[in-house]
């Protein structure tokens, strides 16, 4: 199985992905810890070329779970996908998650990606690109988007989950780990 988990930020596509990885052992591929360098280096819009290299590397495995949604790749990795997992909840679902993940982590201080030095600031809450406002404002184009892809007979190849309520991602690993549906 070659797993996409992808949606909105605050979706818990992160947690989900590690969820899908233990339960049905899988390598698991964060594509943030894939694109961001030191000192909030973006290698998607810096440097694709190395961006694209990384994450050919690591899905380049018979099985795996990406979570990410970083359209300078995500052809790449459709390509190989057998399954897609979208996480289509609504902005009343995402935005208390993306600020409780926000201050659990500004108030830890704990290095996102292990040699980064990159860590959540207060500071930086109200610059665009922040996962709170990131949220925000991309959540109805994001969500339109994913409809029309997901809708391209070119990508019938993969079998698309669209969970629309967080349960439905709880039900959907427990599914697949009683089917014991296997990397291959």
């Not at 992808?6 to 339960?23: D, I, N, Q, V, Y």
């Not at 694709?48 to 495995?61: C, E, K, S, Y």
């Not at 409780?100 to 665009?128: C, Q, V």
Request: with cysteine; charged share 30%.
């Amino acid at each position: 199985m070659r797993i996409a988990v992808m949606g909105c930020s605050g979706s818990s596509k992160s947690t989900l992905a590690r969820r899908l990885g233990e339960r049905l052992g899988l390598p698991v591929v964060e594509l943030d810890a894939l694109n961001w360098g030191p000192d909030w280096f973006d290698r998607s819009k810096r440097d694709p070329d190395d961006f694209a290299r990384r994450v050919d590397a690591a899905i380049a495995g018979e099985a795996w779970v990406t979570d990410g949604n970083y359209s300078a790749v995500r052809p790449r990795i459709l390509r190989r996908a057998t399954h897609v997992v979208w996480l289509d909840f609504d902005r009343r679902v995402i935005m208390p998650r993306v600020l409780k993940r926000s201050i659990l982590r500004a108030l830890s201080k704990t290095e996102l990606w292990p040699g980064t030095g990159n860590r959540e600031e207060f500071r930086r809450w109200l610059d665009k690109g922040h996962p709170i406002r990131w949220a925000w404002d991309t959540h109805k184009a994001r969500r339109a988007g994913y409809a029309l892809m997901f809708a391209d007979p070119r990508l019938a190849h993969i079998s698309v989950h669209r969970l629309r309520r967080p349960h439905e991602a709880r039900a959907l690993v427990e599914a697949w780990s009683r089917e014991g549906l296997k990397p291959g």
